[in-house]
């Protein structure tokens, strides 16, 4: 069975950092494109970053700049650096594993976790 366990989420002022973490279990980890969504209060869930097998990444363009995504295959966890955060950044964060760079990009889902939340505000 597949699990993705995100931590590292909180409350934190505006222009300050967070570094999300999700560790993944029951699945061949390096063979797994891994990426964050979001879904802010009132509004569908979208795409943060990905990153592919072999390290290639992507970025939605609100974040470009201040998140950076990265993986480590040894531990099977996929992390999420948020810096510069904004009031607009409020969601919970979900980690998500795809089969395919390209489709995990796209929407195309393998695996979810549960989410953690994060608040940036005053």
């Known amino acids: 069975q597949v699990h993705l366990v995100e931590s590292g989420g909180g409350l934190v002022q505006p222009g300050g950092s967070l570094r999300l973490s999700c560790a993944a279990s029951?699945?061949?980890?390096?063979?797994?494109?891994m990426g964050w969504y979001r879904q802010a209060p009132g509004k569908e869930r979208e795409l943060v970053a990905v990153?592919?097998?072999?390290?290639?990444?992507y970025y939605t363009d609100s974040v470009k700049g201040r998140f950076t995504i990265s993986r480590d295959n040894a531990k099977n966890t996929v992390y999420l650096q948020m810096n510069s955060l904004e009031p607009e950044d409020t969601a919970v964060y979900y980690c998500?594993?795809?089969?395919?760079?390209?489709?995990?990009?796209?929407?195309?889902?393998?695996?979810w976790g549960q989410g953690t939340e994060v608040t940036v505000s005053s």
């Open positions: 998500a594993a795809g089969r395919f760079y390209s489709n995990l990009k796209s929407g195309t889902v393998s695996y």
């Open positions: 990153i592919s097998n072999g390290g290639n990444t």
């Open positions: 029951g699945l061949t980890f390096g063979s797994y494109a």
